[in-house]
């Protein structure tokens, strides 16, 4: 287990990133009370419109390269594995899936940028890489909770995110689960997706603006899950991934066997060195404005359990497992126990703890914790 580190430029970095953008559990069966999806042409998906895209050429899937590095990571273990809430035929062939949040503003960003780091509010518990080798992607098991929300301006998440800077702008790209009120006008855990193409106060959630490629005719981003786990009971669980195709340079995102879309190498080029630093996590945000520090209440993260060194049991923490990166030869292996570090900022109300190979669960990262006065 690797030292952990209580504060870091990244994490610094980290918390910027989080101003724009697992209590316990419970298992979800909620169905929406009405469609939230709209099908249109694959040709016509908004994304297209964005003037850099004017004459891009879908990729209709990932390389035979990208699947092969796939194809030996999606086994389940003894957890379930998640389902998502969509009808089973999805959209008819030749048409792809527009998420339309309800009674919500799509085009909004839900939070507004802020202008420095470290900013009060927000707060991370995450696991990073520490050396300068370039990745070309990651992936990993989260297992998938539903943290309960005390109102609509906080919002919670699992992330893992690829990050690289040139000429001192800083591009990210994003990828996990989230609870966010003020994105999808309602609670449920969430498939969600942020990036920025130049500064990270520049970019967006899912497909607010012009960007990401939806190819799946069945699963896009913004979708629920049907199932969440619950705290010492069912466990469930999800595969998400992150891959630049060597063929194309296309910033792929997958999730369970599911290649849902990409980011293209022509929005994301400063990725095309790999990303200088990969982290994985969980994240918070809480209401500051016009708040004192000591009225400040943050969200749980995670299942709302802070993980336990002395004892690991994975259906009383939050984690991610099967940590894996894709090398600058696109490779997709372990995690090195003695490049990565553990990071939170806010001890007393979240913590991070890594460990290398547990069980048959590979290089294992377990994070989270109640939330509460973590400002003070």
Request: hydrophobic share 35%.
């Amino acid at each position: 287990m690797q030292t952990k580190q209580m504060t870091s430029p990244w994490l610094l970095i980290i918390i910027f990133s989080l101003s724009l953008l697992c209590f316990h559990g419970r298992s979800q069966n909620t169905k929406p009370q009405e469609p939230e999806y709209e099908c249109v042409d694959i040709y016509k998906q908004p994304s297209l419109q964005h003037p850099k895209l004017q004459n891009h050429q879908i990729q209709m899937r990932p390389s035979d390269e990208v699947l092969a590095m796939l194809s030996g990571d999606t086994s389940a273990n003894d957890e379930m594995v998640a389902e998502f809430d969509i009808p089973e035929e999805g959209c008819p062939q030749g048409q792809v899936p527009i998420h339309k949040p309800r009674n919500l503003n799509h085009t909004e960003k839900p939070f507004k940028p802020i202008n420095g780091y470290g900013t009060v509010g927000q707060h991370a518990a995450v696991m990073k890489k520490t050396d300068a080798t370039p990745w070309r992607g990651a992936s990993a098991w989260f297992s998938i909770y539903q943290p309960k929300l005390t109102n609509k301006d906080q919002f919670s998440m699992s992330f893992m995110w690829l990050n690289t800077e040139y000429n001192g702008e800083r591009t990210n790209a994003q990828f996990g689960w989230a609870v966010i009120p003020a994105l999808y006008g309602d609670d449920r855990t969430r498939l969600t997706a942020y990036w920025s193409p130049d500064k990270i106060e520049n970019g967006c959630y899912n497909i607010q603006c012009k960007g990401f490629v939806q190819t799946d005719h069945r699963v896009a981003l913004g979708t629920g899950f049907s199932n969440t786990s619950v705290v010492g009971g069912n466990q469930y669980k999800a595969f998400f991934a992150i891959s630049q195709d060597p063929k194309t340079k296309n910033l792929w995102l997958t999730v369970q066997k599911i290649n849902i879309g990409y980011w293209p190498e022509e929005l994301l080029p400063f990725f095309n060195d790999g990303a200088e630093s990969v982290i994985y996590g969980g994240f918070t945000n809480a209401p500051s404005d016009n708040i004192q520090l000591f009225e400040i209440v943050s969200p749980p993260m995670g299942n709302g359990n802070k993980p336990l060194d002395e004892e690991v049991d994975l259906k009383h923490t939050c984690y991610m497992h099967s940590l894996k990166y894709v090398t600058p030869d696109y490779k997709s292996v372990d995690v090195d126990s003695n490049k990565v570090a553990e990071v939170a900022d806010a001890g007393i109300c979240y913590d991070a703890i890594y460990f290398d190979k547990l069980g048959g669960y590979g290089q294992t990262f377990t994070f989270g914790g109640p939330g509460g006065y973590c400002d003070v």
